[in-house]
C-alpha cells in the first residue's frame, strides 16, 4: 500500500541554519503531496503542497519539489527562526487510498535555538 | 475567517464514563474526519464522512462512534474510555473532487484525559 516516510527527528538547529527534511513515498497511483506543521498545542496546517512531477510548492519561506524519479518531496528553508520550531508531517493523497484520505509520515520535530 | 472549530479544548473524564467530543466547521467542507493523535505521533484516521455516508477504518476501535446531523457539525463518541484513549483528538475537513490534490482543514484538537 501507499506509505510515506520522513527523516527522524528531532532536529536541532541554531537560528539562520539550512533545514532539510528529507521524505519519502511509495504509491501505486500519482498522488499529490503535502507537507503539514503542527505547533504547540494545535492541530496541523498546511505547510506547502505540490500535485504533479517537478512542481515546487513553497510557503513561509519553506519549499519542496516533487520528484518523481526519486519519489521525494524534501521540505528546506534557507534560514530558520526560533519560530519555525514545531513536528512538520509529510504526506500524501492518492485516488488509491481510498478517495480523500491522506497518508501521513511519522513527523519530524524541528528545534530552532537562538 | 472560515475554520474548523473544536470543543472543547481540554476534556478529562472518568475510566467507562461515556464522553463526547464535538467539531464544527464554516468552510462548507462534505468531507469531515476524526483523527486520535498521541504524542506528536502521525494523525491516525478513526473514520471520516463524505456527506452523510459513514466510512469507518477497520482498526477502529467499537468503542468509538461518530455522529454528524449535518455539514457544520460532527460528534465523536467514547463510549467507555480506557486509559489508552487518552490523546489529541483532532477534526478535519476537505472539499471532495475529481483530483487527490484537496488539503485537510485541522482543528486545534481536544486533549483528552482519563482519571
Known amino acids: 500500500g501507499d506509505s510515506v516516510t520522513q527523516m527522524e527527528g528531532p532536529v536541532t538547529l541554531s537560528e539562520e541554519a539550512f533545514l532539510t527534511i528529507n521524505c519519502t513515498y511509495t504509491?501505486?497511483?500519482?498522488?499529490?503531496l503535502f507537507w503539514y506543521v503542527q505547533y504547540p498545542g494545535e492541530g496541523l496546517q498546511l505547510l506547502l503542497k505540490?500535485?504533479?512531477?517537478?512542481d515546487k510548492g513553497s510557503n513561509k519561506g519553506f519549499e519542496a519539489t516533487y520528484r518523481k524519479e526519486t519519489t521525494s518531496f524534501h521540505l528546506e528553508k534557507g534560514s530558520v527562526q526560533v519560530s519555525d520550531s514545531a513536528v512538520y508531517f509529510c504526506a500524501l493523497s492518492d485516488r488509491n487510498t481510498g478517495g480523500f484520505k491522506t497518508i501521513f509520515g511519522a513527523g519530524t520535530r524541528l528545534f530552532v535555538k537562538a | 475567517d472560515a475554520m474548523v472549530i473544536q470543543n472543547p479544548r481540554y476534556q478529562v473524564t472518568q475510566f467507562g464514563k461515556p464522553v463526547t467530543l464535538s467539531c464544527s466547521q464554516t468552510?462548507?467542507?462534505?468531507?469531515m474526519y476524526w483523527y486520535q493523535q498521541k504524542s506528536s505521533q502521525a494523525p491516525k484516521l478513526l473514520f471520516h464522512?463524505?456527506?452523510?455516508?459513514?466510512?469507518n477504518e477497520a482498526d477502529t476501535p467499537d468503542n468509538f462512534q461518530s455522529r454528524r446531523p449535518n455539514t457544520s457539525f460532527c460528534f465523536l463518541d467514547i463510549r467507555s474510555p480506557g486509559l489508552g484513549d487518552a490523546a489529541m483528538y483532532l477534526c478535519?475537513?476537505?472539499?471532495?473532487?475529481?483530483?487527490?490534490?484537496?488539503?485537510?482543514?485541522f482543528g486545534d484538537g481536544t486533549r483528552l484525559s482519563i482519571l
Open positions: 464522512y463524505y456527506d452523510k455516508d459513514f466510512n
Open positions: 478535519a475537513t476537505s472539499r471532495s473532487g475529481q483530483d487527490n490534490n484537496q488539503p485537510q482543514h
Open positions: 504509491a501505486t497511483g500519482y498522488p499529490s
Open positions: 505540490a500535485t504533479k512531477a517537478d
Open positions: 468552510l462548507n467542507h462534505n468531507v
